[in-house]
Every structure is written in C-alpha cells, then in structure tokens.
C-alpha cells in the first residue's frame, strides 16, 4: 500500500531493534503504584467534582453541558459494584494510572531504551504528579492521561516499524478518550500538524480508516454537543484567561508541577533529545507537537495541566537518555534521590498522605492545601444546612427544598442528606441543572452558595439564616445559609434564571 513519505529526508540513523520486555518489574512498579493509591483512596473525603460526578452517574446520557459521558458511567458502574463510597470511586483511576505507568515504559522501550531505562521510566512516571492526580480521584483526567500516553506510544511504534494498521488502534484510543475529554483533539491536531510539517508522513487508506473508527465511537456524544448548542465551548470559554505574560509564565510554572520539580530536568532532557539525538530524529513530531500546544494554550490564556500527557512522553524519553548517563553508581544515587524526593513532594501535594490539619491556615503548606481541602468539609457543610432545616416550623419542612449554587455544594447534601432526613437538593450548575428542577408546591429554598442579592428578586422573602463553619480554610467556609420563601414565579418558569454555565 503506496504512503506519502518522506522522500526528500535525509534518512535516520538506524535504530537498533528493542529489547524485549521484562513484564516481571514493570508490573510490579504499576502493582505498587496502583496498591499505593488505593491504600490512601478511602482519605479525607470526595473531591467536589466527585460529588457532581456521582450525582451524573444517576442521570446517564450522551454527553453533559460541561463533560462527555464516559466519567458519568465509570461512576455508576464503580458505586453499583463496589458500593457507594468514596473508596469505590476511585478503583478504576488508580487502576488507569498503573496503565499509564506501564505503557510510558513501553514507550522508552520503543526508542531503544535498555531494560534499567524501561524500569526508570515506570518508576519516574509513578513518582510524577500527573500520575499521581490522574490516579487518585475520579475525573476525565483519568482516562484523559493515558489516551494521550497510549496514543504517543502507538505513533512511536507506528514510526519505527512502519506499520500502519496501528491507526486503527490509535483511532480507536482518540475515539474512546473523546468520551471521557475533548481534550485528546489538542494531541490529535498538534501532532498532526507536526507530521505534516517535519514527518514522518505515512498517512495512507488506514489512516482514514483509524479516524473514521475514532468518529464513530465518539459520534454519540458529538452529536449530544450539537444537538444541545455546543455548551462545551462555553465551558472551554470559561477556562480560558486572556493572553499576556501572566499566561505564559503560568504555563512555565505549571510545566514544572506537571511532573514534578526534581524530575523537570529528566523530562526536559527528553524534549531537548527528541530534536538532537540523531536515531530520534523521525520522531521528533513530538517536539514539535509541544511547542505547537504550548503556544497554541499561551494564546488561549489555558492552564499547564493540559501538556501533562506529553510532558510524560518526554520524561520517558529523558530516563533513555538519563539511564545511559548514570553508568557510575555516584550517577546512579543521584537519579534515585531525585525519583524518591520527586515522589515525596507529589505524594504530599496530591494524595491524602498527611493529617488534614497539615494544610491549614498557620501551617507551612497552608498555601498547597486546594486538593486536599477541596476533599473535606462536605458532611459538616451538609449536617449545618440540616440544622437549618429541621429548625423550620414543620408546614415549612413539607413545602421545602435545598439548592446548592455549584454541583459540589449541591453534591454533598445529595450524598449525605439522606442520612439527616434532609429533602431534594437542586442546583442550577452546568448539566445539574438538566437533572430535575423543583416543584412548583415546594416554596420554601434552603440555599447555599449564592450571593444573597442574586435570590432576593426571585422570592418574597429571603433571609439569612446560618453561615457554614469549619475550623480548616475549606472551600465555602463562612458563606451564608439562607432561606428563601414564596418564589415570585412557578418554577417552571424561574428555573431558567437559575441556570449557569462555567466553573468556581
């Protein structure tokens, strides 16, 4: 089958085959890793997109305003199988981020990576912050993290044997990691345009092939999207900051944290390599692909964590490079010191590692806490709006309903308020606002979260009547509790005023 070839290219130094695979550590470095995630799951509490998460699993559907649907089932099938508990949440991200580790060291065998490279690199991208993340809670992150890695790693492989049925596979992994991300489309359309520009081109008849497989899996929820507006530019609107050097400086802030800040230098090994090393030379797409997306997201004001799955691609590349260096056992400590104290300052920013009271206010990671602190405080929030409730008069109590401002607010009391006898909570929050709206019988709202000017037009009367409290720096410590009587319309037609799209 003819391809279009780099004709007019030099041709690269040739590359010798790869060892064969040692199954036997590699799998034991994604064993621990997975174990180690695991053991730390059942910590603190659900991150507040958890709480959005779980609710979406009850109200399954092609796509939602702000996600596609995959994270929505992933939910649903863990808390049917596993129960409803933030451990059950979990399973399935940390299982994912032990596939990641496993085929980023695929991907250095790929380049010719001996078996100490192949373990290093596992052991480097179990010990990075994005896997670490990736792994820990439930969110499109999780299967976004390895399609990007799984797709890089397939077009290496597709590069060096020439073997072109593998963009079969690769559209099928675009295809499934649009039902969890649009994001994969970033990775699709700059390495695309990377092979354009500095090959190699093998494109040919299974290439179409591969993207009308990716298309047809995610066709479902495309067509949601359209069917519904497109709300996922919205949401990509809402993400975005304008461009500056505020953007750019973050972008180099976040590259740095993506991995982690001892292994930044392996992984910026990788990039540099990718365009120097002369066996490396048909792949070096890739470094290209990053400088496109890094600019690409410097214009869209857009956040570091976007280039995480490339940014492991090269650390991969960089351990090759780092394995072949560090012959010497002085080299060889030196690299160990930097995974280990790499690991160390991940696990603490990321995982449920410490007391909670670690991360408060007088403590020297005060300023680090947001993914811990974003994981606790939803029982206390929820039991203080039960509070509220049960000290309504009890004709109140029959006509009364709960309203969260965000899917986190309103999340927690879906989760917990059961338990305390607590009513329907709503939330006019991205697709939240899709799942049921109040009834018009029900006049009395018990809201937290929204500015007490914003609900006063809408009701007769809307009063404060508690503030959440909490000894840690949560999220929503301090806001008011109101409650709010006699909306000044049917909910059928106020609802819509409700309704808002973005992030918090």
């Known amino acids: 089958m003819s391809t279009l070839s780099d004709v007019s290219e030099r041709p690269a130094v040739k590359q010798d085959p790869p060892e064969p695979v040692r199954w036997l550590p590699l799998i034991g470095v994604c064993a621990a890793l997975v174990a180690g995630l695991l053991a730390v799951a059942g910590r603190y509490g659900y991150y507040m997109d958890e709480l959005y998460f779980r609710v979406s699993g009850g109200h399954l559907d092609w796509g939602y305003a702000d996600q596609p649907p995959l994270v929505a089932l992933l939910a649903k099938v863990q808390v049917t199988l596993f129960g ?40 480097a991208t179990a010990g990075s912050l994005a896997s670490l993340v990736a792994g820990h809670v439930l969110h499109p992150t999780a299967v976004d993290h390895v399609a990007w890695i799984t797709v890089c790693w397939l ?24 039902l969890a991300k649009y994001l994969v489309l970033l990775l699709v359309f700059g390495l695309g345009a990377a092979l354009l520009l500095v090959g190699p081109r093998r ?87 990053y400088l496109l997306i890094f600019a690409l997201l410097a214009v869209l004001g857009a956040q570091a964590r976007y280039t995480e799955g490339l940014l492991t691609v090269f650390l991969a590349m960089g351990c090759v490079v780092v394995a072949e260096w560090a012959s010497k056992l002085s080299r060889s400590v030196l690299i160990g010191a930097a995974v280990v104290g790499n690991t160390a300052i991940a696990a603490v920013l990321s995982l449920p590692v410490l007391p909670i009271e670690a991360f408060g206010e007088d403590s ?63 939330s006019g929050h991205n697709s939240y606002a899709d799942f049921a709206r109040p009834a018009d019988d029900k ?41 709010c009587r006699d909306p000044v319309q049917p909910w059928s037609q106020l609802w819509p005023r409700f309704r808002w799209l973005g992030t918090f």
Request: hydrophobic share 50%; with cysteine; glycine share 12%.
């Open 364 to 426: 020297p990671l005060g300023g680090f806490g947001e993914p811990q602190l974003g994981q606790v405080g939803w029982p206390e929030l929820t039991a203080q709006i039960g509070e509220v409730y049960h000290a309504l008069p009890a004709a109140d109590r029959a006509r009364a309903v709960i309203y969260g401002e965000n899917y986190a607010q309103a999340g927690a009391v879906d989760r917990y308020g059961p338990g305390l006898g607590l009513p329907s909570v709503y």
């Open 155 to 178: 077009v290496i492989r597709l590069i060096r044997t020439s073997d072109t049925r593998l963009w079969l596979a690769v559209g099928a992994v675009v295809g499934v990691g649009l």
């Open 84 to 123: 409803d508990s933030v451990f059950a949440l979990r399973i399935i991200p940390a299982l994912l981020a032990g596939v990641t580790v496993l085929v980023t060291a695929l991907i250095s065998r790929e380049l010719g990576g001996s078996h100490r490279a192949q373990l290093l690199t596992a052991v």
């Open 203 to 289: 494109f040919d008849g299974r290439f179409a092939a591969g993207a009308g497989i990716g298309v047809l899996l995610a066709a479902p929820t495309l067509v949601w999207q359209a069917l519904n507006g497109w709300p996922q530019f919205g949401m990509a609107s809402e993400l975005s900051s304008p461009f500056g050097v505020e953007s750019v400086i973050g972008l180099l802030i976040g590259s740095v944290l993506m991995i982690g800040p001892l292994l930044t230098p392996v992984w910026v090994i990788g990039l540099v390599a990718v365009f120097r090393r002369p066996q490396w030379r048909p792949y070096r797409a890739f470094g290209v692909a």
């Open 443 to 483: 006049t009395v709202v018990i809201a937290f979260g929204a500015e007490q000017g914003k609900l006063t037009p809408l009701f007769a009367k809307c009063e404060v009547a508690g503030q959440f409290r909490h000894e840690l720096p949560v999220t929503d410590r301090g806001r008011d509790i109101l409650v």
